[in-house]
């Protein structure tokens, strides 16, 4: 110090100390924001999920219902039941008459 060279004073140092906390604080205020989206996307999934689950379930139901539906239209006895009720087809050979 004695050649009239002089030390960087404190303040320097506390001004860099000061930046870095910014830093962090900034970093730290990132991982926040990013984990918030993560536990609102967690969420919005979640909830997407259980809403196609209630859909399948409903989806099978019909699928189900639809199928006996199906084996009905297959079987001869149900659709001449169905011919001679709602569209008041006989047999030959057989006498028709209206209720």
Known sequence: MENGTKRPSRPVKAKAN???KKVRYAIV???ALVLVQQIYTIYSLHQEKQQLEQ???ELKKENESLSEQKK???DDKHIEGVAREELGLV???EVPYVR
């Open 18 to 20: 000061g930046m870095w």
């Open 29 to 31: 205020i990132l991982f």
């Open 55 to 57: 859909q399948l379930q």
């Open 72 to 74: 009905l239209l297959e």
């Open 91 to 93: 047999k030959p050979g």
